[in-house]
């Protein structure tokens, strides 16, 4: 007999090597101001990661409703993309779920108005709001699924995997970097 522990408790932050729900920075303290249950979201996350569809879509059913917790999905989502490759892929941006293509945009809106270090929740959570209600969910199941692929995921990650790596066929080239630096006149 198989017994699951549907608690479905993870060591997160070692998992993805970076901010977790449950870690009382993520968010900056955002979370609490829009009522994020913060374990709700990292039970989700273990829930999905130990294949317990049960617990899955239970969790997922209600977070997938509220603004809050899916704008808390999905930057936790691009988060841990942006801490993994310095980037958001097109793929991200480009395919995939419409309204999490939008919370991935107003991610990185965000992060270029605000710095990397911040994580602006509520900048995604007024995209949340203005979203159809019926669209919520599928962001949700989206940002679930950014948080899981394995991070050579042609399909979620492609424009980033893609890059040069050792082993390709054109090992033996000899490269030259070069730099060239244009300076703009300014007249004062």
């Known amino acids: ?34 009522d994020v249950d913060s374990t709700a979201v990292a039970r989700l996350y273990g829930a999905a990661r130990d294949g317990c569809d049960v617990c899955r879509e239970d ?9 809050a917790h899916v704008a808390a999905l ?3 989502a691009c988060t841990h993309v942006m801490d993994t490759f310095n ?7 480009e395919r995939g779920d419409p309204a999490f293509r939008r919370l991935a945009r107003a991610y990185s809106d965000s992060t270029f108005r605000h710095g990397f270090e911040e994580r602006e929740l509520t900048d995604l959570h007024e995209v949340c709001l203005r979203l159809d209600p019926h669209a919520l969910q599928p962001a949700a199941e989206r940002a679930l699924q950014v948080l899981l692929a394995d991070s050579a995921d042609p399909d979620l990650f492609g424009s980033l995997t893609g890059a040069y790596t050792p082993g390709d066929e054109d090992d033996a080239r000899d490269y030259t970097v070069t730099r060239q630096i244009a300076a703009a006149r300014t007249t004062v």
């Open 1 to 34: 007999m198989n017994v699951v522990d549907h608690r479905h408790e993870r060591d997160i932050a070692a998992e993805l090597v970076g901010p977790a729900p449950y870690d009382p920075t993520w968010l900056n303290g955002q979370g609490r101001a829009l």
């Open 59 to 67: 969790l997922l059913e209600p977070l997938g409703r509220d603004p």
């Open 74 to 76: 999905a930057l936790w």
């Open 87 to 93: 980037d958001l892929p097109m793929e991200m941006l």
